[in-house]
């Protein structure tokens, strides 16, 4: 009995529905809408794939120093101070290396 019962299910997964066919609208359950209104959407996280693609050889090319900074304040969410202690800089010099090696980046990054 079992198995029918799980059979009867599996084969709901292979029915497929007109682009056309209206269907309740989850954002919106009072409206209907129609699969084809919901195809072609943008994704919100595509431009930061992007940008992570495009960074990668940019940050590739800075110099070790500012490499580890990179990972130690975005990676490892360490404060400027945190870091200053680790490299033995001030948290002031740790502030202006990371907004030069920002700024350099964002500069590489608009230019492509």
């Given at each position: 009995m079992d198995e029918v019962r799980e059979g009867m299910v599996a084969a709901n997964g292979y029915t497929s529905s007109s682009l056309d066919a209206k269907a309740l609208s989850a954002e919106a359950p009072d409206e209907e809408s129609g699969f084809l209104s919901r195809l072609g959407m943008v994704d919100p996280g595509i431009e930061g794939a992007e940008n992570l693609v495009c960074l990668k050889p940019l940050i590739a090319g800075l110099p070790e120093?500012?490499?580890?900074i990179l990972s130690m304040r975005f990676g490892a969410e360490m404060?400027?101070?945190?870091?200053?202690?680790?490299?033995?800089?001030s948290q002031m010099h740790v502030s202006r290396l990371l907004n030069r090696t920002l700024a350099q980046l964002r500069t590489g990054l608009l230019g492509e």
């Open positions: 120093r500012e490499r580890r404060t400027q101070t945190e870091i200053g202690a680790e490299l033995g800089l």
